[in-house]
């Protein structure tokens, strides 16, 4: 199985920063996309960013040039680098990762929140 640990959530300021960790323990081989998704109150789940093994990103139009999503693949670990957020980026932010051949998996995280309130 594989477990998902995320970290770095909280309330920040308009305008401020944090940065997101989802390290990845138990049997992993290696995995093909990393990224995060998030859901605001009321609202559908939606793709922020993912990066794939060979490094390509994809981001959500309403995070170019705030946010930068990397991974350490020696620590099957990605992070989410969010910098000048406002309150419409407050929402549960899920880690998610996906390995497509066998054997496959994909898998969101428990979730942790990002506040942004002044």
């Known amino acids: 199985q594989v477990q998902l640990v995320e970290s770095g959530g909280g309330l920040v300021q308009p305008g401020g920063s944090l940065r997101l960790s989802c390290a990845a323990a138990?049997?992993?081989?290696?995995?093909?996309?990393m990224g995060w998704y998030r859901q605001a109150p009321g609202k559908q789940r939606e793709l922020v960013a993912t990066i794939t093994d060979g490094g390509s990103t994809t981001y959500a139009d309403s995070v170019k040039g705030r946010f930068t999503v990397s991974r350490d693949n020696a620590k099957s670990t990605v992070y989410l680098e969010m910098n000048s957020l406002n309150p419409e980026d407050t929402a549960v932010y899920y880690c998610y990762v996906k390995r497509i051949s066998f054997p496959a998996y994909e898998l969101w995280g428990q979730g942790t929140q990002v506040t942004i309130s002044s």
């Open positions: 138990g049997r992993i081989f290696s995995i093909n996309v």
